[in-house]
């Protein structure tokens, strides 16, 4: 069983940078590839970027590739989503989500989220 809580939200301007974060519960961490996904109000849920097990590879969708990073301290239990450039159209709750299988690609089918977190940008 894992935990997820995201924090780090907030509004933003658009050209501006945010930073969220997902704290996991569990000693399993490590053995979860990790991942976010966004829901913008009346449209559907999308993968945005996920990352391996170990850290060392990522993937992105391509609305945000070159813009957006994610991250992982596995010794924190911590994944990040730096976000950078950000866009009128990046306004969504993002949702963390762990998937035990070690998919990382968009699509990925995680079992565990998080409750979400708002990220707005205005003009």
């Known amino acids: 069983q894992v935990q997820l809580v995201e924090s780090g939200g907030g509004f933003v301007q658009a050209g501006g940078s945010l930073r969220i974060s997902c704290a996991a519960s569990?000693?399993?961490?490590?053995?979860?590839?990790m991942g976010w996904f966004r829901q913008a109000p009346g449209k559907e849920r999308e993968f945005v970027a996920a990352?391996?097990?170990?850290?060392?590879?990522?993937y992105y969708a391509g609305s945000v590739k070159d813009r957006f990073t994610i991250s992982r301290d596995n010794a924190k239990r911590t994944v990040f989503l730096q976000m950078n450039s950000l866009k009128l159209e990046d306004t969504a709750v993002y949702y963390c989500v762990a998937d035990s299988s070690g998919t990382y690609y968009s699509h990925m089918a995680p079992e565990y989220w998080g409750q979400g977190t708002q990220v707005t940008v205005s003009s």
């Open positions: 990352i391996s097990r170990s850290g060392r590879s990522t």
């Open positions: 569990g000693r399993t961490f490590s053995t979860y590839a």
